[in-house]
């Protein structure tokens, strides 16, 4: 055991000792936000590697988090046989901050040798994950080992004093996560956006090297750490030898691995009930992590202050364990509650960007900030319990540190892939609750010195405070979020909490047969089969059929309620590769089997249980189409469809004369975003053309000419089962899909003049369309557009067609084109809020052009029903009938519309003699 010296002169001591500790927490804070800043970035940077699935994702974080682990157990050897600690900080420091520039500057160099690797060698997906876990291994385990030991060494520098070492270290712990919860803020809310990753790096970098310089300078000036020993503390290095003291450091050291594993577990829960609640935005996870870190960091600082006042620190951490386990049980009840509380805020006033992050911090806090404040206290506390001999404080930080960590490692991954689809996030934190208080009750049993009464005391409290909450629990908090999400009056069909997501599906209560049904994955609706979203989907689904080339393999990204897929499995293609990230959405494809044709039963399909953006990147095939219908550009990680890096993978995977087809919604996009998705998408292919149905955008790219041929179009289109699909969706007319053309290549390059490319470094898309998610948009996006939309359309070929017949053909694309003009304008109006009659105005001129045109019936036929409706109510049934007969001018024996007049007559009849039934 190294000697214990005692200070020359202990007030200049003290005084210096002061000021250098108040410095090391500026740089420990410094460090925290650097540190989380790169768990960001290099997360996000591997896992355009590597995939975005949990499995991917998790290899990435696993070794992170391993690394940090690993750091602190070596750290603590580290600083121990160190003369000057301070000095290894300040190197460490450096060489994090070189590394993460090496690593931001490199990354996209080693990009091709990767995924060759990928390619070669993971020939299954276990040798898939292997081969990740190896690589992130390589790209991670310097640097976060490194961060990793930065905590002991730090300890052991500003702890001379061994009786002050709760609160010295408990300090450096909370000011450290002080610091990942600035980090978190400014680059979920700042950096990113407005700098990228490599430009955010390099300012963590500049944070690292300085806060390393700096520390090298102090340590030049500052003594070698001695340790001051108090007069009680011999007493309990003597006892520390005894075997009911040795059971107790074992206990604490099996509590706060415990702990850590519970921690990262119920993290993974927490944030998957979050999702529910809040739309996943990077915005909704930045509050998140932000309200988590910030709940431990106040909970370090209080327990800090407590520890080295606490006669028995070990009975003490036992029962901050158990009072943890409980607040489990509190956040159940907390989270079943929330849907109310989220409704009650959201309408309290109007709705924007800022009432939003103001509602997830406001809500994140009340359900998190109980446990975490708790989980916080542990480290302080545990830290005091289990640090008895003061020269080897270093190793013992270390240890406690590194076995909280590879807890949470192991609970991170248990939380996943084992508690959470076993379980659900219900029962999972259930469990986790009941692990922390049975963990809690074996610490406080095993107290050396404590009084029978004071264990007894302790253990009475904790099941008292359990007892009380376990009374309160609802039945099952994961599925009472769901009032969040799913409309009033709508029946839970499929509810399935998996790997990847929460899967749900629903239908209205009165629904009868199988449409109207919503597919909502993590509580965000992804798609559904009413008249408009199968509309759609069978749109996507028949565009590749209408140019002149012809087609043999397809590649489809994010298959949903698989309606797009099931559309193009109809059609004459050889073989389709339907990749989605999640096994439970393609478990759920046959609630939508009336709509998606079983193609989950079809032999040309082949589906892929993958990441489609790496499937794409890491495959050796080439494909005559592309197409992808991807989740809400405002949902996190969505972004990664849109950049310039992801369509010059596309263009690289086109065989000759192929097409990509990208859907951009124009809800919640405003005017300068449309214009820059398309932009982006413009400048990589040399081909494109662009479509619009619904308020919809279709985006088409290829390597040649994109010509419309209308001879194969009606060839096509036309076998039974594919046209009777489309009619039913209203798509049943050639001219009325040929109507949709929107504009060439000259008008995709004119109106995206100006525009912001994005890509992979800076998806500064991803954090504006979330800012948009409360707004309506559409209007004027579609306002910006309307002009370039061509009434005739261009490189129509005719070839094949008898003459006369062709003839016909164009002529009636020409008249639906001039029809569609005002069915825009009407379009237009409505999105805006229109109220009255000048939306209708154009839908009718539309029909006085072409009476076949089917957008305008449906509208119009549409506004019919709802206006209807409202003079029923209001009993005016002379402007009812009045309406509807100004209606059947231009849409004569239709039947929606003689419908609506015998409800009419019903509610005029029942109205002159209420006696009638």
């Keep these: 055991m190294n000697s214990i010296e005692k200070p020359v002169s202990q007030s200049h001591t003290k005084q210096t000792g002061t000021v250098q500790f108040l410095t090391l927490l500026f740089f420990f804070f410094v460090s925290g936000a650097c540190g989380l800043l790169y768990q960001v970035v290099w997360t996000r940077k591997l896992v355009l590697l590597f995939g975005t699935t949990s499995f991917a994702v998790s290899t990435v974080l696993t070794v992170f988090f391993l690394g940090l682990g690993l750091g602190s157990l070596l750290g603590g050897r580290w600083a121990d046989r160190s003369r000057n600690p301070l ?12 590394w993460a520039l090496a690593f931001i500057l490199g990354i996209g160099t080693l990009e091709t040798a990767v995924v060759g690797m990928l390619r070669s060698v993971a020939s299954t997906r276990e040798m898939g994950i292997a081969i990740r876990a190896v690589l992130s291994i390589a790209f991670l385990i310097v640097p976060t080992t490194l961060m990793g030991a930065t905590l002991p060494l730090l300890a052991r520098a500003v702890t001379q004093n061994p009786a002050l070492r709760g609160w010295r270290i408990g300090m450096l712990y909370s000011i450290n996560t002080f610091g990942a919860v600035a980090g978190c803020a400014l680059a979920g809310f700042v950096l990113i956006e407005s700098l990228g990753y490599t430009r955010a790096t390099l300012v963590g970098v500049a944070g690292n090297i300085a806060v390393g310089l700096l520390a090298l300078l ?62 996943g935005t990077t915005y909704a996870y930045t509050t998140m992590l932000t309200s988590l870190l910030c709940g431990i960091a106040v909970g370090a600082v209080f327990a800090a202050g407590l520890a080295d006042r606490s ?39 109007r709705f924007d960007f800022q009432r939003m992050v103001q509602i997830y911090f406001t809500l994140s806090f009340m359900a998190l900030f109980v446990p975490t404040f708790l989980f916080g206290m542990t480290f302080p506390l545990a830290v005091r319990a289990a640090t008895s001999v003061p020269a080897k404080l270093g190793r013992h930080v270390g240890r406690l540190y590194s076995v909280n960590t590879f807890g949470g490692v192991l ?129 996507q689904g028949v565009l590749p059929l209408l140019f002149d080339r012809d087609p043999k393999t397809v590649l489809f990204m994010c298959f949903g309620s698989g309606i797009t897929a099931g559309t193009l499995s109809l059609s004459d293609f050889d073989r389709i590769d339907a990749v989605e990230i999640s096994r439970d959405v393609l478990q759920a494809a046959p609630w939508f089997a009336a709509d998606n044709f079983r193609v989950f039963e079809s032999p040309k399909v082949n589906f892929i249980v993958d990441d489609g953006r790496n499937f794409l990147l890491t495959t050796e095939n080439t494909y005559d189409v592309i197409t992808f219908e991807p989740m809400p550009l405002a949902v996190t990680g969505v972004s990664t469809f849109y950049t310039r890096e992801y369509y010059e993978l596309c263009k690289a995977k ?15 996009l405003d005017k300068d975003l449309v214009q820059s998705l398309m932009y982006t998408f413009n400048e990589v292919f040399p081909e494109s053309c662009a479509w619009f149905l619904n308020a919809d955008l279709f985006l088409i790219g290829s390597n040649q000419p994109l010509n419309v041929d209308l001879g194969r179009a009606q060839e096509r289109l036309h076998t039974p089962k594919l046209w009777d699909g489309l009619t039913a969706a209203g798509l049943g007319d050639i001219p009325e899909i040929l109507s949709c053309y929107f504009m060439d290549k000259s008008g995709v390059a004119k109106f995206s003049e100006g525009g912001i490319a994005m890509s992979d470094d800076r998806p500064w898309a991803e954090f504006v369309a979330p800012k948009l998610m409360f707004e309506q948009t559409v209007d004027a996006s579609l306002k910006s557009l309307r002009p370039l939309y061509l009434p005739e359309m261009p490189s129509l070929s005719t070839a094949g067609l008898d003459p006369a017949k062709a003839d016909e053909l164009r002529n009636a694309v020409l008249r639906r084109r001039q029809a569609r003009v005002h069915d825009l304008a009407g379009v237009e109006l409505m999105y805006g809020g229109m109220i009255g009659g000048k939306q209708e105005e154009e839908f009718i001129k539309a029909l006085t052009i072409d009476p076949g045109d089917l ?51 019903d509610a005029k009849a029942k109205s002159a003699n209420p006696a009638t039934p």
């Design 654 to 668: 086109l065989a000759p004369g192929g097409i990509v087809s990208q859907w951009i919604p124009l809800h919640s």
């Design 311 to 349: 006669k028995h620190p070990v009975s003490l951490y036992g029962l901050v364990e158990m009072l943890a386990g409980a607040a489990c049980l509190l956040s159940l009840i907390l989270f079943a509650g929330m849907p109310q509380r989220y409704a009650d805020l959201q309408s309290a006033t």
């Design 855 to 905: 957008t305008a019936q449906y509208y119009l036929g549409d506004m019919a029903s709802q206006r209807v409706d409202l003079f029923i109510r209001w009993e005016e049934f002379e402007n009812a009938e009045a309406y509807l007969q100004q209606l059947l001018q231009v849409m004569p024996g239709d039947p929606d519309l003689l419908e609506l007049q015998t409800t009419l007559q």
């Design 218 to 279: 102090l340590a030049r000036k500052a003594q070698a750490p001695t340790l001051e020993l108090n007069a009680e503390e011999p007493d309990r290095l003597a006892a520390a030898s005894t075997t009911q003291e040795r059971l107790a450091l074992a206990s604490v050291l099996l509590a706060f691995a415990v702990s850590g594993f519970c921690t990262l577990a119920l993290e993974v829960m927490w944030t998957r009930m979050l999702t529910l609640v809040f739309i």
């Design 411 to 539: 609970g991170a991954l248990a939380g996943g892939y084992l508690l959470l689809p076993a379980l659900g996030v219900h029962q999972g934190i259930l469990l986790l609750g009941l692990i922390l208080i049975a963990v809690g009750a074996l610490l406080v049993l095993s107290c050396p010195r404590q009084k029978v009464t004071g264990k007894l005391g302790s253990l009475v409290l904790a099941a008292c405070v359990s007892a009380a909450l376990w009374f309160q629990l609802p039945a099952d908090a994961g599925k009472a979020l769901n009032q969040r999400y799913v409309p009033e009056k709508h029946t839970v069909l499929h509810y399935r909490e998996g790997v990847e997501g929460t899967v749900v599906v629903t239908e209205p209560e009165d629904n009868e047969g199988e449409s109207d049904r919503i597919l909502w994955i993590n509580g965000v609706q992804a798609t559904q089969s009413i008249a408009k979203g199968v509309k759609m989907n069978r749109f």
């Design 87 to 98: 000095l290894a900080y300040g190197i460490v420091e450096i060489i994090v901050g070189v």
